[in-house]
Antibody, heavy 123, light 111 residues
Framework: QVYLVESGGGVVQPGGSLRLSCGAS????????LHWVRQAPGKGLEWVAV????????YYADSVKGRFTISRDNSKNLMYLHMNSLRDEDTAVYYC????????????????WGQGTLVTVSS | QSVLTQPPSVSGAPGQRVTISCTGS?????????VHWYQQLPGTAPKLLIS???NRPSGVPDRFSGSKSGTTASLAITGLQAEDEADYYC???????????FGGGTKLTVL
């Protein structure tokens, strides 16, 4: 059984920083690319970032490029999202999702999702 | 404004058939990229429903089916059940944005 568990969400002031974690079990972690997808309150899904199976390739949505950094530690089965210069519009539930493949291929999709962690940016 | 366009809501009575459309452009669906569908039950995380335009993962009932033609994809649900009441999202890849894109979501109400 594939499990993805996010943590690290909370309330942060505009301009602040936060680090989210995603722990995984039930599959060979180092063999899959991983994504972050977010959902603002009452809104739809927005892709945020992806990291390849080996951590050598990462891509970001324009809305977070230069502010967010995705990383992973294959020895610990953990993925991270480092968020800096947070804005009100970053308020959302952040989901980690497993890619259907090892690479950040344009043909891949999100085959398993975590339960999400809420990030609230507010003064 | 989402890159992929879905109707905000659809509804149907138990046992009926409903379809949800997902309209894209020449840089995503029209470019040949696959369309995938996710179901999000109230208060839960999204779940993969259809992959690669028309493939159902293990455990997804055959009441759910997908199709794609040109710049539009569709999700069909037959034999509607109360448990199908959820938000449904289409997803593809966009070459202009160099990223994965979603539709705005469609809320299905079972009357």
């Amino acid at each position: 059984q594939v499990y993805l568990v996010e943590s690290g969400g909370g309330v942060v002031q505009p301009g602040g920083s936060l680090r989210l974690s995603c722990g995984a079990s039930g599959f060979t972690f180092r063999s899959y690319a991983l994504h972050w997808v977010r959902q603002a309150p009452g809104k739809g899904l927005e892709w945020v970032a992806v990291i390849s199976f080996d951590g050598n390739n990462e891509y970001y949505a324009d809305s977070v490029k230069g502010r967010f950094t995705i990383s992973r530690d294959n020895s610990k089965n953990l993925m991270y999202l480092h968020m800096n210069s947070l804005r009100d519009e970053d308020t959302a539930v952040y989901y980690c999702a497993r890619s259907s493949g090892a690479h950040s291929s344009s043909w891949s999709f999100f085959d398993y999702w975590g339960q999400g962690t809420l990030v609230t940016v507010s003064s | 404004q989402s890159v992929l366009t879905q109707p905000p809501s659809v509804s149907g009575a138990p046992g009926q058939r409903v379809t949800i459309s997902c309209t894209g452009s020449s840089s995503n669906i029209g470019a040949g990229y696959d369309v995938h569908w996710y179901q999000q039950l109230p208060g839960t995380a999204p779940k993969l429903l259809i992959s690669g335009n028309n493939n159902r993962p293990s455990g997804v009932p055959d009441r759910f089916s997908g199709s794609k033609s040109g710049t539009t994809a569709s999700l069909a649900i037959t034999g509607l059940q109360a448990e199908d009441e959820a938000d449904y999202y289409c997803q593809s890849y966009d070459s202009s944005l160099s990223g994965w894109v979603f539709g705005g979501g469609t809320k299905l109400t079972v009357l």
